[in-house]
């Protein structure tokens, strides 16, 4: 995905703290390292495969807890 994605990144962490909307952030527990996804985490490089919604599945579920409790605050990530 390259830099763009890094930027788009902050910038809806950035407006979803503004505007107190939860922000679940997928990219830290997907990434490479190098502005990409795991290679074992996607089958085309771009989307998710199982393993990667395996992984992202408790990070959704995390934000909405926190969303429906009204607790929106910090964005949810991996505790990896």
């Known amino acids: 995905p390259g830099p763009r994605i890094s930027e ?9 703290a503004t505007h107190d ?8 527990v997907l990434h490479d390292g190098q502005l990409g996804l795991q290679g074992e985490l996607t089958n085309e490089g771009l ?6 919604y395996d992984l992202i599945t408790p990070v959704a579920r995390d934000a909405i807890g926190r ?13 990896h």
């Not at 989307?47 to 990667?52: E, I, S, V």
């Open 21 to 28: 909307i939860a922000y679940v952030d997928y990219y830290s």
């Open 67 to 79: 969303a429906l409790a009204g607790r929106l605050g910090a964005p949810a990530s991996a505790t």
């Open 47 to 52: 989307h998710p495969n199982q393993r990667g």
């Open 8 to 16: 788009l990144n902050a910038w809806l962490q950035s407006y979803a």
